[in-house]
């Protein structure tokens, strides 16, 4: 059909979650070697347009919400020839340790997803964003 499956949806958010927090400074990496996992507990998925086989994709990123035992990400997805939005979207992840029981994000972790949401907040984005 030429169209993009629609679960490549999910894996742009991906990409674009762990561009934002390497731009912040924080690697999925990093985090993974100190025993801090985030997991998604929720997707939710909002399609406005088709993405088409050869479109040149942007992915915008941003911080919705910090807790202090999780993170909420939203994205929008747009076309980057027709700056169309293709896209909404947000995920929820809990923080947990190695052995996946639920933990409390890490103090320096918890102040760079929040100041990085405030800064945005100031400046009228969606969030800390990042475009990939």
């Known amino acids: 059909m030429g169209v993009v499956y629609h679960t490549n949806y999910l894996v742009w958010c991906e990409m674009g979650r762990t561009?934002?927090?390497?731009?912040?400074?924080a690697t999925y990496a990093d985090l993974e070697r100190e025993g801090v996992f985030l997991v998604v507990s929720e997707a939710r998925v909002s399609f406005r347009a088709?993405?088409?086989?050869?479109?040149?994709?942007r992915?915008?990123?941003g911080?919705?919400?910090v807790r202090s035992r999780g993170?909420?990400?939203s994205y929008q997805i747009e076309n980057v020839g027709t700056s169309a939005v293709l896209a909404r979207a947000e995920t929820d992840h809990i923080c947990v340790n190695r052995e996946r029981t639920p933990r409390q994000l890490p103090a320096e972790i918890h102040v760079l997803l929040s100041r990085a949401m405030e800064a945005s907040a100031r400046k009228?984005?969606?969030?800390a964003?990042?475009?990939v």
């Open 19 to 25: 561009d934002l927090l390497r731009r912040l400074g």
């Open 50 to 57: 088709p993405a088409l086989y050869d479109d040149l994709i």
């Open 59 to 61: 992915v915008k990123t």
């Open 63 to 65: 911080l919705a919400k």
């Open 71 to 73: 993170v909420s990400f």
């Open 124 to 127: 009228g984005t969606i969030g």
């Open 129 to 131: 964003l990042s475009g």
